[in-house]
């Protein structure tokens, strides 16, 4: 009886959930259109005329191509620290008992629980006071904060659900440590590392907050499209790159919730 | 020879004292159980043995040789475990084979000495299967030819049985067996099952609070238990008190007195006899299970079916042959 009332959602509500959507996704699409729009100086609604010009445009600016390839890198490093820092700390936190446990699992997670810009001062103030100058590590160093918690968080899901007889069974039939990582305990966990590593990837790649405060000279893409709208000339290059950041960003995303979806969610996807 | 030797043992977890000042010693070719209640330090032996726990204090050998600071990977002892711990993303081949692919022999030939494994434990050509598509019982047959295609001197069994249903245990228990014998290996055997233990084995060793209370052959377990636990434990033995034996004529703090002992009627020569009043009886298919009031205390006989049972209130006489009454240690 219940279920069938469930089934039908009234019209009001119907009409709310569509603007809602709308709200959310419009503003993404009109970016899109922008990006093929003939007026260069002001987004005028509807666009004069449509172009494709600006893809050349943006593919002969040298400070894009820059942009583009500090964040990759950036990100590409900050996840490599966080897939092998994240599991390290999931390991010993899922697969020992030692005092403090709870409390290494809260600090660990507490970087992402934190405003962005909490962690930007920290760093900053962190820096100066070592005497470290800004550069393209202090970027990485921080990312590596906040992506590590996302490996973690899918790492220690898996090893929860990693039967502990597994490992020793491993060890009982000769594996040694490292035998026993590469045989057994990778194969098990190299999903949720993959769905861990490719979100790490995607948050440090629009991350805007810690890396103003931990960049030196560098722009980042995103900081990079943030100072193109300050100071107007060939507008929709940057609604080209936002493309870009937006597919770079939502295919890993998707990848991660399809390798997961069998019984773990994405810890973290939220940010 | 001496196959496993613990040598006043102990494996304390803080306050814990999971095993206790054990001392054993497994000869080699023998089925040796380690029979006990959950909580009673066998499963912690089975693993100091493996190598998964390290003794706080104490001696252990293996085959003669030191196993302290020895890793699990480094002792020849194969263990099925009580979950079998098969690895999910292999294929049953390849769970069998994984001894030997850690160790560096070549793929056609680890492959052949799986198959041979499989055949052992009767799952020929399984080997392409998941775990995940295996009942129970054939999971536990491939844990089997995991630990057997590496040639162990010791397989260490932690409950291998408990988690199958009754005929299949039955069955599993009289193909372990054979298996044994077949191969001439040491086998240990943990189990809180004590018909499983006495079936089984060739000696037991009877486990509480960490301790070993008792090592015997099954028979020796069975008939001559040093004390009440082992009684009560292994079997549903009558436990006479000091005041009973006393009546008897005997000074012991203790002694157990099997229910298929006692005879109906007053005692012949060489015989003991005792008074009480049944108070319950009870038809047990072979046997008719007869419960007496002797003086507050409770005594079970098993009678034959076919002897006639007395009816319940009126006091009896019941006699043993003085060798059946077994006195025990403590109370």
Known sequence: MRSDRLDRAPLPLKISACLGLLFLHLPILLIFLYAFTTEEKSYRFPPPGLTLQWFAVTWNRPDVWAALTLSVKVASLATAIALVLGTLCAAAVSRSAFFGREAVSLLVILPIALPGIITGIALRSAFSMADIPFSFFTIVLGHATFCIVVVYNNAVARFRRLSGSLVEASMDLGADGFQTFRYVILPNIATALLAGGMLAFALSFDEVIVTTFTAGQQSTLPIWMLEELIRPRQRPVTNVVAMVVVLVTLLPILAAYFLTRDGDHIAGAGK | ?331
């Open chain 2, 1 to 331: 020879m001496t196959a496993i030797l613990f040598e006043n043992v102990s494996r304390h977890f803080g306050s814990v004292r999971a095993v206790d000042g054990v001392d054993l010693a497994v000869a080699e070719g023998e089925f040796f159980a380690m029979l006990g209640p959950s909580g009673s330090g066998k499963t912690t032996c089975l693993r100091l043995v493996a190598g998964f726990e390290q003794p706080t204090s104490g001696h252990i050998e293996i085959f003669g040789e030191t196993a302290e600071g020895v890793p699990p990977y480094r002792r020849n002892v194969n263990t099925v475990f009580q979950d079998y711990a098969l690895f999910p993303h292999l294929s049953i081949l390849d769970n069998v084979a994984y001894g030997l692919m850690v160790k560096g022999i070549g793929k056609a030939e680890r492959r052949r000495a799986a198959e041979d494994a499989l055949a052992m434990v009767a799952l020929p050509g399984y080997g392409a299967r998941k775990p995940g598509q295996l009942s129970g019982g054939q999971r536990q047959r491939v844990a089997l030819a995991r630990a057997l295609v590496n040639r162990p001197r010791v397989l260490l069994l932690d409950e291998p049985l408990g988690a199958l249903d009754l005929k299949l245990r039955e069955q599993m228990q009289e193909e372990l067996k054979t298996l044994q014998k077949t191969l001439g290996l040491t086998f240990i055997f943990v189990t809180h099952d004590q018909s499983e233990a006495l079936s089984m084995a060739d000696r037991v060793a009877v486990f509480h609070e960490g301790k070993v209370r008792q090592v015997g052959t099954p028979e020796e377990i069975y008939r001559r238990p040093k004390t009440r636990f082992v009684a009560d434990f292994v079997g549903s033995s009558n436990v006479l008190s000091r005041e009973q034996c006393a009546r008897l004529g005997l000074n012991a703090p203790a002694a157990s007195l099997r229910p298929e002992s006692i005879l109906l009627g007053a005692p012949a020569d060489g015989q003991l006899g005792l008074t009480g009043v049944p108070i319950a009886a009870s038809f047990l298919g072979p046997i008719n299970r007869l419960t007496l009031d002797c003086g507050g205390e409770r005594i079970v006989a098993a009678l034959p079916a076919g002897t006639p049972v007395p009816a319940t209130g009126e006091p009896v006489t019941f006699a043993f042959n003085r060798q059946d009454l077994h006195v025990m240690e403590e109370a």
